[in-house]
Every structure is written in C-alpha cells, then in structure tokens.
C-alpha cells in the first residue's frame, strides 16, 4: 500500500545522513577501484565512468533536493538502498577483480561486465531489438487473441462452451512444451518465438478477461438495455470498459511469462536475441557476456513494464480514486 | 380483491398508457428459507394514465420493484398482460426510462458520456447532441461534465441517472426508489427536482418508493402493496393541488390513510412508520 511506503523517513523535516553517505558509498566504491590494482591487466575506465556518472547524477539530486521538497523526498527514501548498492559494488570488485577471490570464469567482477558491455555493444543492441521484435510480435497478437477469445467465450453461451474447456487445458501447458511442434511447422525460427510467445500470452489474458466478463454487475446491462441499447453496443460501450481492469490484470501476468518465452525460445534453435547471447557466449565460457546480457534484460524488460504501466494508467484514468493503487 | 383497474373512458381523461393486466410472477430460488417458491406478484391489475405520478407503495418483499421491472420489460411474468399503449410488453425499450436505486451510472464514462448514452445506443446522437448540454444544465451539473460518477455526489449522481434517462425522451419514467439511499436534504432537492421534470415534460411515472411521505408528496394516486404474494390492496387517490405543502392539512390526512391501510391490510407499515 502507498501510504506505508514512506515509513519514517519520508516528509521528515530536516537533515538525513543517508543522501551524503549514498554518495560516500559511491564515491568508495570509485576510489578503492581506482586505488588498488586489479589482478589481471583490464580497461576499467567504462566501470569508473559509469560508476563515477551515479555518483555525479546522485550529488546532483542531492543538490537539487534543496531547492525542491518532492525531490528531497524521494532522494532521502531510495539513499539508504543506495548506500548499500555503493557498498555492495565496492565489496563485490574488491573480491573478484581486485582479489581474484571468486573463482573465474563463472563469478567475474562488475569492471569485467560493464567492459564487456562496452566492448561488445553493437552485438548486444542487436540482439536487445532482436528480442524486442519478437517481444513486440508475440506479445501484441496474443494478447489480441487473448483479449478476443476472453469475450467470445464470456459474452456467448456457444464459443463458451467449445473455447471455455480448450483454453483451460491447453493455456495451462508451458508454452515451451510446443517448441518442438513450433519448429516442425513454422518455417523459421522467429515465428516459432512469436507462436510460443503468443500462446504464452494468450492463456493469462484470455482467462482474466473471461473472468471480468463473468463478473461485472448486472445492473449496468440492465440500464444499458433500459437506455435502448443493443447487444453490439453493450459489448462495446459496456462490456468491454467494465473489462478493461481485469484484462490488464491479464497482460500484467503475460508480460512477465512472455519474457521467459522470449528467453527461451532464443535460447532454442534462433540466431539473435538476447536469449540466443546468453546461449553463444556460455559456449565460449564468455560468463561477463552473460552477466551483461541479465544486465540488458533487467533494464530493458523494467521498461517495457513500466511502458505497458503507463499505458494502463491511461486507459483506466477512471479509476484513479476508485481503487488502492 | 377489488378491481383498481377500472377506466373510465370519460373524455377529459387522458388515456391509459400503460395496463397491468392479472399478472404473475412467481421466483423459485427464493429468499425465505422456509418457502420453495414465492408469489412476487399474484393476479396484479393497474392502469396508468398518460402523465399520470403513480407511486407503488409497501414493505419489502411486497413485488413493488417486480411489477416495476415487469413493465420495464426487465423481466417477464409467467402469466398475465402488460401492455403500454396497447402493445405487449416484450423488452426493454428506451421509452421506458429506468432510474435505479444506487444511481448506476457507468463508472467508465464521465457524467456527459453517461447522460449522451442513450442517444449514442440509439445512434441519434448527431441528431441531438445539443440536448446533453441542456439536460446537464437541468440536473444542475453544469461544471462536472468531465467528472467521473465516483467524484460526485449521491444526489448529482442520481440526478445524472434522471438525466439519462430522461434524454431519451421515454413515454413513461420508472423510477426504483431512486431517492432510497440518499440523505433527507438531498432527498427533498431531489423531489423537486422529479415534479418540475414531471411538469415540464408532462411524463409518466411510476415511483417505487417505501417511503409514505414521498408518495403523499408526489404522487397523484398511491397504489399500497403487500407481500406473501405480492398484491395491490389498495389505491388511493392523492388528487389535491399542487404546489403541496408538507404541513398542510390535507397532506397529513392523506399520509394517515395511507398508514391506515397498511394496518386494514394487516401488513405492517415500512418501520420508520410503524407506530
């Protein structure tokens, strides 16, 4: 719930520790890197840059946090997380880059991954709009379909009762068992992704939508109906906006399935992508590749998430007030 | 039971839009634990007359929101006529507005998209599209056009579901205790509210209501109902003039008759009357 998020520390008037010491924490973190050598000979400039740039952004809205109350809040509640991001980064180069105490090639340090990202960028941002693309394709026509199939079988007593019972056994199957049949009938691997992606997807939200079909109030029919409108026109002015919060409840589900489809899926027979990345360079024991690959996806898939929030935000601007969000 | 239903075709009466003829409407999966069935309504008769204000009245359980919802075609009987300008009842239709108890308006759209509803169902909107603003106007809901229905209050809301059923322009208004679930002050705004939208647009209206005072306010006559089976025991005509006063004489005889059937019935009055 949003009003417990704050806990103590937000609105608190006066001074906090935590925003100079997340910065310390940083600041450490660049230093000992700096300070002390590293094992093996290694570029570590992109790590100082990167890490050098959080700790100057940080100090910047610290800055800022002055001047604005709503930024002070916000600076003051993530500091402490972020302190012990600072922290951890520090603890974690010293032991593997700095140390050579975790063994290689399975654990290396965080100046290996981001010299690594660096180094290896265009492959990596090929392979991030490769995944995208398939993401995009699957994900957007399963959801359709999902959407589609959930009205059909809420909204009539005939598709309900030939599509209700396939889609509760078939959507309950892992959409990765159909891997093999994707790739006997589909004549490349990419439509074999957005098959597998599509039908991933498809379950959550034809379920979810069915559900909100079933459950809103009678009433509203009643009044739609008493206003002279037609069946046509309650499914579209009625039935479908009454839905809309449970099919987003649905792609919420879908996205994070649609995400270890995607993965999958490249990890199987494709040639780019981010799971076919991961896959190539655990070949060549190229373990940084992956860490950065995981690195890529985290940020990417937190975008898409937050995209498809936003979207949602719009959609069902009706109900802000209404709910707990 | 006494025949209520008699028209006399005098000239100077309106004529009958609506007729109840001997209905029955009977619900299997009842309520009462004891019974297997009830009888909502058994062997019911009314007759409405054009820009008649006839209030049904009785305790609950007595198929005073059944025959409501009979005649606006939201339910059928399984016996008996309903006839509105002498043809049968077979569904719902826009002419028949219903106003709900809890306002129900659609929580997706904003108050105008809720109050154009009916003329975009019935694909006029182009054609009236200056009516919505007038009919906010007259729900005094200028200023909310684009406020969803929960940022409003109960009174605006249900003065918006009016609204929305009265851009229809329907024959007759059916209206459900509208007025049930909202506060004394709002309640009587909103009363005179229904009698001057009653007057403007010389509408039919069948109120259900349990409240005795509102019926002896509004209505023309007061149709008394008692349940286990739902019947019409009673109508009594409240025909004094209007304006009304709430203190005037007459209102408090009529309010005392009314109390007094419901105790010849042998119902009891709704509570807050009960003696």
């Known amino acids: 719930m949003r009003h417990e998020t704050g806990g103590d520390v937000r609105g608190k008037k006066g001074f906090s520790p935590w925003p100079p010491l997340a910065i310390l924490a940083f600041a450490f973190a660049l230093g000992g890197n700096i300070l002390i050598p590293p094992v093996r000979a290694i570029n570590e400039t992109p790590y100082r840059t990167l890490v050098g740039f959080?700790?100057?952004?940080?100090?910047?809205?610290?800055?800022?946090?002055?001047?604005?109350?709503?930024?002070?809040?916000?600076?003051?509640?993530?500091?402490?997380f972020f302190a012990a991001v600072g922290i951890a980064l520090l603890a974690w180069d010293m032991l593997s880059t700095k140390a050579g105490i975790f063994p290689l090639p399975f654990f290396p340090g965080p100046v290996q991954i981001v010299e690594v990202a660096r180094a290896d960028w265009r492959e990596l941002l090929r392979s991030t709009l490769y995944s995208l693309r398939l993401f995009a394709y699957g994900f957007a026509s399963g959801t359709v379909l999902g959407v589609v199939t959930g009205i059909l079988i809420g909204w009539s007593r005939q598709w309900n009762y030939w599509l209700f019972p396939v889609l509760k056994v078939c959507g309950i199957v892992p959409a990765v068992a159909w891997i093999p049949f994707g790739m006997a009938v589909f004549p490349s691997s990419f439509i074999t992704g957005v098959f597998m992606i599509a039908i991933c997807s498809w379950f959550p939200v034809a379920l979810a939508t069915t559900n909100g079909?079933?459950?809103?109030?009678?009433?509203?029919?009643?009044?739609?109906?008493?206003?002279?409108?037609?069946?046509?026109?309650?499914?579209?002015?009625?039935?479908?906006?009454?839905?809309?919060?449970?099919?987003?409840?649905?792609?919420?589900?879908?996205?994070?399935?649609?995400?270890?489809?995607?993965?999958?899926?490249?990890?199987?027979?494709?040639?780019?992508?981010?799971?076919?990345?991961?896959?190539?360079?655990?070949?060549?024991?190229?373990?940084?590749?992956?860490?950065?690959?995981?690195?890529?996806?985290?940020?990417?898939?937190?975008?898409?998430?937050?995209?498809?929030?936003?979207?949602?935000?719009?959609?069902?601007?009706?109900?802000?007030?209404?709910?707990?969000? | 039971m006494s025949s209520p239903s008699i028209v006399i075709n005098s000239p100077a009466a309106p004529p009958v839009i609506i007729e109840v003829k001997n209905v029955t409407r009977v619900f299997w999966d009842a309520r009462e634990k004891s019974e297997k069935s009830v009888s909502a309504l058994e062997n019911v008769d009314l007759s409405v007359r054009k820009g008649e204000f006839v209030s049904l009245i009785g305790p609950s359980g007595c198929g005073?929101?059944?025959?409501?919802?009979?005649?606006?075609?939201?339910?059928?009987?399984?016996?008996?006529?309903?006839?509105?300008?002498?043809?049968?009842?077979?569904?719902?239709?826009?002419?028949?507005?219903?106003?709900?108890?809890?306002?129900?308006?659609?929580?997706?759209?904003?108050?105008?998209?809720?109050?154009?509803?009916?003329?975009?169902?019935?694909?006029?909107?182009?054609?009236?599209?200056?009516?919505?603003?007038?009919?906010?106007?007259?729900?005094?809901?200028?200023?909310?056009?684009?406020?969803?229905?929960?940022?409003?209050?109960?009174?605006?809301?249900?003065?918006?579901?009016?609204?929305?059923?009265?851009?229809?322009?329907?024959?007759?208004?059916?209206?459900?205790?509208?007025?049930?679930?909202?506060?004394?002050?709002?309640?009587?705004?909103?009363?005179?509210?229904?009698?001057?939208?009653?007057?403007?647009?010389?509408?039919?209206?069948?109120?259900?209501?349990?409240?005795?005072?509102?019926?002896?306010?509004?209505?023309?006559?007061?149709?008394?109902?008692?349940?286990?089976?739902?019947?019409?025991?009673?109508?009594?005509?409240?025909?004094?003039?209007?304006?009304?006063?709430?203190?005037?004489?007459?209102?408090?005889?009529?309010?005392?008759?009314?109390?007094?059937?419901?105790?010849?019935?042998?119902?009891?009055?709704?509570?807050?009357?009960?003696?």
């Open chain 1, 213 to 325: 079909i079933a459950s809103i109030q009678i009433s509203y029919f009643e009044a739609a109906r008493t206003l002279g409108a037609d069946d046509r026109f309650i499914l579209r002015h009625v039935a479908i906006p009454a839905t809309a919060p449970s099919i987003f409840t649905g792609v919420s589900a879908a996205t994070g399935l649609s995400f270890c489809t995607l993965i999958v899926s490249e990890m199987v027979g494709a040639e780019a992508g981010l799971g076919w990345y991961i896959n190539w360079a655990k070949g060549w024991s190229a373990y940084s590749k992956v860490y950065a690959a995981i690195a890529v996806m985290a940020l990417v898939f937190s975008a898409v998430l937050a995209l498809l929030n936003f979207v949602r935000g719009k959609v069902l601007a009706w109900q802000s007030g209404l709910t707990n969000e």
């Open chain 1, 54 to 80: 959080i700790a100057l952004y940080m100090a910047g809205r610290y800055g800022l946090s002055f001047f604005r109350p709503g930024v002070k809040a916000a600076v003051e509640f993530k500091a402490r």
């Open chain 2, 64 to 275: 005073k929101t059944t025959l409501l919802r009979l005649i606006a075609g939201l339910d059928a009987p399984q016996s008996g006529e309903l006839l509105v300008e002498g043809e049968p009842v077979t569904g719902t239709s826009h002419e028949r507005g219903y106003v709900f108890q809890q306002a129900n308006l659609f929580p997706w759209e904003t108050v105008e998209e809720n109050i154009a509803f009916g003329l975009k169902a019935r694909g006029v909107y182009e054609e009236y599209r200056g009516d919505v603003a007038e009919y906010i106007a007259m729900a005094g809901l200028k200023g909310f056009e684009r406020s969803y229905p929960h940022q409003i209050s109960g009174g605006m809301a249900q003065r918006a579901s009016l609204a929305r059923a009265l851009i229809n322009r329907p024959k007759a208004l059916l209206l459900d205790e509208p007025m049930g679930a909202l506060d004394s002050f709002t309640r009587m705004d909103l009363q005179e509210k229904l009698l001057e939208l009653w007057q403007k647009f010389s509408a039919t209206i069948i109120l259900v209501t349990h409240d005795i005072d509102e019926a002896v306010y509004l209505s023309d006559r007061i149709v008394i109902m008692t349940p286990r089976p739902g019947r019409i025991s009673e109508i009594i005509d409240a025909d004094y003039p209007r304006p009304r006063s709430r203190s005037s004489a007459r209102f408090v005889e009529l309010r005392n008759k009314v109390l007094e059937k419901f105790h010849l019935a042998g119902a009891e009055a709704p509570v807050e009357y009960a003696i």
